[in-house]
């Protein structure tokens, strides 16, 4: 679990915990009550759910930067092979030209 996962269920679990005692704690009737325990439960789950979609989000375009460096990096290693293997066979050829005269 990584530590931005572990705030964000840090915050959500402190954000239900707050809700359920103040409702607690209010001097309300029983269906009242149950009214805004379920109101609170519905507004923690769409944050909660908000949050884990954003999360999903940065993670989605992480990956994809990381995807596209990857590729980058990929194509200059492949141009510097190719270089090299260039510059190799010129050697080589150099050698037998020396060799051959």
Known sequence: M???SKIIIG???AAAAGA?????FAPEKGSKLRERVREAANDFAT???DA???GGRQY????DNIEDAAKRLKSKAVGKVAELKDRFQDGVE???DVVNA
């Open 2 to 4: 990584t530590k931005n």
């Open 11 to 13: 915050i959500a679990a």
């Open 20 to 24: 359920a005692i103040g409702v607690l």
């Open 47 to 49: 944050d909660l759910l």
């Open 52 to 54: 884990i979609q954003r």
């Open 60 to 63: 989605t375009d992480s990956a």
């Open 94 to 96: 150099d050698v037998k």
